[in-house]
T-cell receptor
Framework: AQTVTQSQPEMSVQEAETVTLSCTYDTSESDYYLFWYKQPPSRQMILVIR??????QNATENRFSVNFQKAAKSFSLKISDSQLGDAAMYFC?????????????FGGGTRLMVKP | DAMVIQNPRYQVTQFGKPVTLSCSQTLNHNVMYWYQQKSSQAPKLLFH???????NEADTPDNFQSRRPNTSFCFLDIRSPGLGDAAMYLCATSKAGGFSYEQYFGPGTRLTVT
């Protein structure tokens, strides 16, 4: 079974600064997908960014980028130019390519606080 | 806009009194999921429907049941809520197969058990 670990329960960043959230996972599979989801307080969970394991190039979405290290089984999220609206719980998630039902394995989450 | 809708957003029930939470979607996705999320924790999958096929997680208590009368709607029934069932319940949908078919989440229903 796959496991996803987020070692930072809480992180804090100054507005306009850069922060990196860590995620490691354990799998014996070679083909899979990784996601970062954001859950703001009292608001619904939304997808921030995704990465295909077979792609070496790190995914980027505006201020959000990932550092995907397949051999190390590491998938960190970098948020540049942090904004107050980035304050949320962030969940790293894994999905096997063989999983037809798009089932996700979530990490425990990291609460990001943004200081003005 | 296509979306996942959950009603009600807040539900208060009494200990042992059956309660039903509802989810509807306009995305025409064939997979629907129910998660339980407790404070500051990751969502925990209870079960999912792949089309009409119901898939229960091994550790989901029998107290939790689900119905999916059609593609658009899915219900979560808690037959005899206990205090430990107080949580946020999230509904999500996805289109089976393919990389880009992420899960789309509803806003959740916060359940309080008194």
């Amino acid at each position: 079974a796959q496991t996803v670990t987020q070692s930072q329960p809480e992180m804090s960043v100054q507005e306009a600064e850069t922060v990196t959230l860590s995620c490691t996972y354990d799998t014996s599979e070679s083909d899979y997908y990784l996601f970062w989801y954001k859950q703001p307080p009292s608001r619904q969970m939304i997808l921030v960014i995704r990465q295909e394991a077979y792609k070496q190039q790190n995914a980027t979405e505006n201020r959000f980028s990932v550092n995907f290290q397949k051999a190390a089984k590491s998938f960190s999220l970098k948020i540049s130019d942090s904004q107050l609206g980035d304050a949320a719980m962030y969940f790293c998630a894994y999905r096997s390519a063989r999983n037809a039902g798009n089932m996700l394995t979530f990490g425990g989450g990291t609460r990001l606080m943004v200081k003005p | 806009d296509a979306m996942v809708i959950q009603n009600p957003r807040y539900q208060v029930t009494q200990f042992g009194k059956p309660v039903t939470l509802s989810c509807s979607q306009t995305l025409n996705h064939n997979v629907m999921y129910w998660y339980q999320q407790k404070s500051s924790q990751a969502p925990k999958l209870l079960f999912h429907y792949y089309d009409k096929d119901f898939n229960n997680e091994a550790d989901t208590p029998d107290n939790f049941q689900s119905r999916r009368p059609n593609t658009s709607f899915c219900f979560l029934d808690i037959r005899s809520p206990g205090l430990g069932d107080a949580a946020m319940y999230l509904c999500a949908t996805s289109k089976a197969g393919g990389f880009s078919y992420e899960q789309y989440f509803g806003p959740g229903t916060r359940l309080t058990v008194t």
